[in-house]
Nanobody
Framework: QVQLVESGGGLVQAGGSLRLSCVASGGTFSKYTMGWFRQAPGKEREFVAG????????SEAGPVKGRFTISRDNAKNTVYLQMNNLKPEDTAVYFC???????????????????WGQGTQVTVSS
C-alpha cells in the first residue's frame, strides 16, 4: 500500500511562491507517474501538473503553465511542485497522487490515480 504525505502549503500573498513536497512510502516510487491536483471549495478536483516515472516528461495545466514546475527525486521518493507568481485563484487544497499503470503517459483524470495524499492547503491573499 502506497502512502503519500504532502507538506509545504500555507498562506502567501499574491505574487509570492511556495514549494509543495510529497513523500511516498510503501511502494516503488520510481515506477509511478505522479500528479498534483487541487480542489477549491465547491469545485471539482482538477489536474495541476504531472511527471513521468523517470522524470523526463512533464505536463502542466494551462492556468499554471509558466508559473508552476513539477519535479521529482526518485532517490528521496519525493515529488515537488514549485509554485511562483501565485494568484488568489490558486487557492485550494493541493493533493499529490500516484498512478502505477501509466507507463510514459501522464493522465489528467483523477480517476486514473490509485493513491492519494491527504492534501495541503494553499491560500493566496490579494
Amino acid at each position: 500500500q502506497v502512502q503519500l504525505v504532502e507538506s509545504g502549503g500555507g498562506l502567501v500573498q499574491a505574487g509570492g511562491s511556495l514549494r509543495l513536497s510529497c513523500v511516498a512510502s510503501g511502494g516503488t516510487f520510481s515506477k509511478y507517474t505522479m500528479g498534483w491536483f487541487r480542489q477549491a471549495p465547491g469545485k471539482e478536483r482538477e489536474f495541476v501538473a504531472g511527471i513521468s516515472f523517470i522524470g523526463d516528461i512533464t505536463s502542466e495545466a494551462g492556468p499554471v503553465k509558466g508559473r508552476f514546475t513539477i519535479s521529482r527525486d526518485n532517490a528521496k521518493n519525493t515529488v515537488y511542485l514549485q509554485m511562483n507568481n501565485l494568484k488568489p485563484e490558486d487557492t485550494a487544497v493541493y493533493f499529490c497522487a500516484a498512478d502505477s499503470t501509466a507507463g510514459i503517459s501522464i493522465s489528467r483524470s483523477p480517476t486514473r490515480y490509485e493513491y492519494w495524499g491527504q492534501g495541503t492547503q494553499v491560500t493566496v491573499s490579494s
